[in-house]
């Protein structure tokens, strides 16, 4: 009797650990190699929450969130990890987003010593890499300015091509994000920030994303799955702020005090936060107006609303 007691007690702590064998779903995940764009895969990866949640997941690093969803729409990617700025491709029906990662303020337009402020800018060589978040404040700034794309140089550049031609000052200025702006004050500390995500909030917030192919977005239980990985690790991120930066850094091999600046630049709601605000129609509201200014800005012609591209009741369940 004591040894099927014995035998009892150790299925139960079987059944009770990670997912068996059987219940585990491989996915595809793609992520950014800067500290919003790779904590919470980093954070799942140390703290074992993919195993955890019954996920096997083969992680791939990415420069933008654009490249990720032509990754998406090719079959070679499940799920993805973007920036505000390209919010305009779930916004067009290219994809769906299952999770909001974090409001950030991490994009700043910045200028080379001697330009004070965005009319500044009119007639200069401005870097920019094309769809992303640093486009998206750039546009905002220069509309804020009472000025267009039209009135300056723009010069589409991947992020660290940006940091090579602001250094070697083959451009005049910039429309990039931390950490890369950190990088380039290393070697340019007297460059001036001229705009930030900051200058729009609260009219305007900037969320980053978790999304999904369209081919994944019907296997409702893997979403489940990957939402739970991502709340945790959200709220592991938010409740242990200097061991999360400590974890991502070793995770892509980079010093930590770039990434602990960039830390800094974001509200970080919890799980059970942004579970409420989705239930609120914030998030949703974020989203939509996000869309309505691609629209005003050309990058979409008929944006579409965030309850056709954002599974928020998936979410908030």
Known sequence: MKKLMTLALASVAILSGPAAAEDVDSIRMGYIADYFGTSIAAIATEEGLWAKHGLD?????????????????????????????????????????????????TDRVIAQPGIENIAGLKGKKVAVPEGTSGDMLLRLALKKAGMTLDDIEVITMDPSTVVTAFVSGQVDAAGIWYPFVDVIK???????????????????AFPSSFIVSDEKANDVEVIKKVNAVIKEAIDFRRENPEKAVAITASFLNVPEGPLMTE??????????????LTRDGKVANWFDTLAGLYADFGKVENPVPAADFYMGELYAQ
């Open 57 to 105: 997941a083969d992680l791939k690093v990415f420069t933008n969130g654009p490249i990720q969803v032509q990754a998406l729409n090719a079959g070679s990617l499940d799920f993805a990890y973007i920036g505000p700025g390209a919010l305009w491709l779930p916004a067009s029906g290219q994809t769906k987003v299952i999770a909001v990662n974090a409001l950030g303020y």
């Open 263 to 276: 830390s800094t630049l974001a509200r970080l709601p919890s799980s059970a936060e942004l579970e409420q």
């Open 186 to 204: 290393t070697r340019v500390p007297t460059l001036k920030e001229l705009s930030s995500n900051e200058d729009f909030f609260p009219d305007i």
